[in-house]
């Protein structure tokens, strides 16, 4: 197994990483034998040989700590801005194989999941690890629905905000503030008391992104209605006693394509937002503030905000004669394709492909959305552009998730918030396994100092006057 091409990544990586340094491992021809072993690192400085422990194609960070020079010396550190080769946990959750474009939960293949099963199944799925049975299911669909309710005092909390706010900023807020409603959260030790929080949290998101939509709007917020499936009362509570209320017979269809959404964003192993849960409930801090904190991550146009800003890109090009014109800036670098390019995949993003074909389900009973054909033609000619093709960029899912969500009836800053009620659970599950993981420490990363040596202190009256940008 070589996740997303670890082995040949770590391969060229270690020599940029340890100059001076050469390392060799076990290897058969030109494949690294991938069964533990030992690889052997030798410090051109001194001459030393350190065998390092393989093991699951990866060697312990710390043992670096032995390589140095003299005894005094802190110990080599390996160094890796935007974690582009370091794993910081063992994860059983979600397995991606990004050079073949391989997406599974729990062992199960995403495009199996996407065609059968609802969120709430996935969602027990990445909770607990197992899909539920039919009792199961039953029981957990209850408890979700059950608690779906805020307390009266979250909607006064969110008529605090203006009506203009975006979505993600209230979300983000909402969600901490139930951390001070919920202080029995605080007990993260317990397993129930956490399997409680998952229910709350999986039931209320929902719940407050639809009032953050319906404030948008200047509608009341209605109640949860506990007959209706997760995604069906999602849509009762979006556009309930509003003109955009679906007919009856288009609600089954919304449901299930919304069902299908939430899926393919309900976990992607180790992303900017996951690593952020994991690093902020490493210090034991609540699930509320954890989750709060992992959206705020997921906020950002180069993650979840990507959905956002395609549509943005595509009213900004706006029909098919403009796009050579708008590559060429992309390839001069002065602009992103948004919703192109992944750290992991280097191939098709298995969820795009699943997503085209939502795409074609909700157009037969909404209006097709033009930027539909805008895309596809952006996609065909990236994909035949050299640019593109040597540094692997294919679509990802937020390339045509937003077009979706358009023509549903929803406003681009909403996206965000909609990739944030599927991704709950795979948090969620992060945060569980985290808590049981026997290797749980506080996350704290080492850096490389380059800034000045020990000088002295400079009176104020004595210092150089300098240019503003001088300054850092
Ligand atoms: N458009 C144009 N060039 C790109 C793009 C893009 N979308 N993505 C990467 N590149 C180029 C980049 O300029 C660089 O070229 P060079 O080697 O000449 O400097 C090369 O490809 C490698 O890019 P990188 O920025 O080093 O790659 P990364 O792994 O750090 O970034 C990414 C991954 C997703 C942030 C990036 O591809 C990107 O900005 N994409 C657009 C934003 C987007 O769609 N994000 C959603 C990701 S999927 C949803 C989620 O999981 O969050």
């Keep these: 197994m070589d996740p997303g091409g670890a082995i040949s990544n770590f391969r060229q990586g270690a020599f940029g990483i ?51 020079q003299d005894p005094d010396e802190f110990g080599m550190l390996s160094y890796d801005p935007g974690y582009t080769n370091t794993a910081s946990c063992t994860s059983r959750i979600a397995y991606i194989d990004g050079a073949k474009g391989i997406l599974r939960y729990r062992g199960y293949p995403i495009e199996q999941l996407a065609e059968r099963c609802s969120y709430t199944e996935v969602a027990h799925l990445l909770l607990n690890g197992e899909l539920p049975t039919r009792h199961e299911l039953e029981i957990w669909n209850q408890d979700v629905m059950a608690h779906s309710r805020v307390h009266e005092n979250v909607k006064k909390f969110m008529d605090g905000f203006l009506y ?46 639809a009032y953050v939509y319906r404030k948008s709007q200047g509608y009341p917020y209605p109640e949860p209605n506990w007959d209706l499936s997760y995604s069906e009362n999602f849509i009762h509570m979006l556009w309930n006693g509003t003109r955009r209320e ?87 670098g002065e602009q992103r394709l948004m919703g192109f390019g992944h750290r992991v995949y280097k191939n098709y993003d298995p969820r795009a492909r699943i997503v085209r074909n939502v795409a074609d389900q909700v157009f037969e009973i909404t209006d097709r959305n033009p930027k539909i054909e805008l895309a596809m033609e952006l996609e065909r000619i990236a994909l035949e552009d050299d640019y593109f093709i040597k540094r692997k960029l294919y679509p990802n899912i937020d390339f045509y998730s937003g077009i979706i969500y358009e023509a549903m009836g929803f406003r681009p800053e909403m996206f965000t918030v909609l990739f944030a009620i599927g991704r709950v659970a795979g948090w969620l599950a992060h945060w569980e396994e985290f808590m049981a993981d026997p290797e749980k420490r506080i996350a704290r990363p080492r850096q490389v100092y380059t800034g000045q ?8 009256d004595e210092r150089l006057e300098r240019a503003q940008d001088e300054v850092l």
């Excluded at 807020?173 to 959260?185: E, I, K, N, R």
């Excluded at 040596?453 to 104020?460: H, L, N, S, T, W």
């Design 18 to 68: 340890l100059d001076g340094l050469r390392w060799s491992g076990a290897q058969r021809g030109e494949e690294t034998v991938l069964e533990d072993g030992k690889l052997t690192i030798n410090d051109s400085r001194t001459g030393k040989d350190y065998p390092l422990r393989i093991q699951n194609s990866s060697i312990r960070a710390i043992e670096l700590r032995q390589i140095r």
């Design 453 to 460: 040596d020990k000088r002295d202190f400079v009176p104020i």
């Design 246 to 332: 679906p007919r009856a017979e288009h609600v089954k269809i919304l449901g299930r394509a919304l069902d299908t959404l939430f899926i393919l964003h309900a976990d992607h192993e180790q992303n900017c937002s996951t690593s952020t849960m994991r690093q902020v409930a490493s210090s034991d801090a609540d699930p509320y503030v954890c989750v709060s904190s992992a959206a705020a991550a997921l906020y950002g146009p180069l993650h979840g905000g990507a959905n956002e800003a395609v549509l943005t890109m595509l009213d900004r090009i706006g029909s098919k004669h403009r796009i050579p014109e708008f590559m060429e800036k992309v390839k001069a």
């Design 164 to 209: 203009d706010a975006h979505p993600m900023g209230v979300l983000v807020s909402t969600v901490a503030a139930l951390s001070t409603f919920y202080p029995d959260a605080k007990n993260i030790e317990s397993r129930s008391n956490r399997k409680r929080q998952h229910v709350r949290l999986v039931s209320k998101i929902p719940t407050i992104a």
